[in-house]
């Protein structure tokens, strides 16, 4: 009865999915809560046990997913973007993680400098097996508890990057718009608290991703995904799009609004300053920008997907997505010299008179 009951619900659902979709191509039973549409293969003419028992087969795939996992922009233009990210970011974050091991118990933006390297360096070297997968033809051959803890632990780590950019912007608009208060504030205690916050967070945040599995193998193709195929199942399908779209603007939208209002008093209070901050402003105008460009479209594309698979089941937006997701791993590798810059600018001093007609300055 139960199997009747079964297969009764998977011919309605593709009945309607074969509904929305141009021509008489039949699709599959099932849609993604990720990425592209897959269903689970049946058994008619193929025994299951031919394949790994750990790994769930999935078929039917359309043209566009077919497209992107035998393209040349996932196995090579991708993979290859990330290769240059990780030649660079690696030794460039190390040596950041280096200088500022020693400098951080005197210097509180230290600490977040150096959070900021680890969590960047986590993203290059997760990194190294998206490029082995990428270049293998999108077959990953590392297991799938491997699979859960590196997509955990890349996005974990580039939202934790998000946040300690956040960190850096706030830690800055207190010392240049409110002085004072920023003077009075514990800020070794200040920094290593939003940081022990910041990492906790997403440490719980990315349980859901170790929870559910990630690698499916694909028998049109003869590969095994991870991450970038997942089928629908109903008791959670709608629960983690919620999550998807709402650890998107966690990781993202919140830190970005924070960090736009930070930037832009910071520039405005610069320029009505009698001293001539122009490289301090120059610096920080960069830093916000090649923050926006990196991170902005990743996201932005990212928070549409999972609306579009809400609304519609439509998965184009991934293929945009995985692309844009090139620019975040070049912050990554960016933000050493993006250290150096603006360590330039750390030993100078913001001076104000107090009420009491004592000069009072401090480093930014």
């Known amino acids: 009865m139960k199997k009747a009951l079964l297969l009764f619900l998977l011919c309605f659902l593709l009945l309607d999915t074969s509904l929305q979709v141009q021509g008489n191509k039949t699709e599959s039973n099932t849609t993604l809560i ?33 497209d992107y996992f035998t393209g040349i922009l996932s196995t090579r233009l991708i993979p290859a973007t990330y290769a240059m990210a990780v030649v660079v970011g690696i030794p460039s974050n190390a040596l950041i993680l280096g200088t500022l ?4 118990k005197t210097f509180s933006t230290a600490v977040l400098y150096l959070s900021l390297a680890v969590s960047d360096l986590l993203v290059m070297f997760t990194l190294t097996f998206k490029i082995h997968y990428h270049f293998s033809g999108n077959n990953w051959v590392f297991g799938e508890a491997f699979c859960q803890v590196v997509t955990a632990c890349f ?9 300690m950019h956040m960190c850096i912007s706030i830690k800055r608009y207190l010392a240049i718009v409110h002085p004072f208060r920023y003077k009075s504030l514990p800020k070794h205690t200040c920094t290593i608290w939003s940081t022990l916050a910041v990492w906790a967070v997403f440490l719980v945040a990315m349980v859901p991703e170790v929870l559910i599995r990630q690698s499916y193998f694909l028998p049109q193709l003869g590969i095994t995904t991870c991450h970038d195929v997942l ?12 999550y998807k779209m709402g650890i998107t603007c966690l990781g993202f939208f919140i830190p970005f609004i924070v960090t736009v209002i930070s930037y832009v008093s910071i520039i405005y209070h610069l320029n009505k300053s009698h001293h001539d901050w122009i490289y301090y402003i120059k610096m920080s105008t960069l830093v916000f920008i090649i923050f926006t460009v990196c991170f902005t479209p990743s996201n932005v594309l990212y928070f549409v997907h999972s609306m579009k698979l809400y609304t519609s089941r439509e998965e184009y937006f991934y293929i945009y997505y995985n692309v844009a997701l090139c620019l975040c791993s070049l912050h990554c590798c960016l933000d050493p010299f993006l250290f150096f810059l603006m360590s330039r600018t750390t030993g100078s001093k913001l001076s104000y008179i107090t009420f009491k007609g ?6 930014i």
Not at 155 to 163: D, E, M, Q, R, V
Not at 234 to 242: H, I, N
Not at 358 to 363: G, N
């Open 34 to 66: 990720r990425s592209f549409r897959a269903g689970h293969k049946t058994n008619n003419g193929t025994n299951k046990s031919e394949y790994p028992s750990i790994l769930e087969e999935l078929e039917e795939l359309d043209s566009c997913a077919m």
């Open 231 to 242: 089928p629908k199942a109903e008791e959670y399908y709608t629960l983690l799009l919620y």
């Open 101 to 104: 091991i020693v400098k951080a």
């Open 155 to 163: 996005y974990g780590n580039l939202y934790c990057s998000i946040h």
């Open 358 to 363: 004592k000069a009072m300055s401090f480093s």
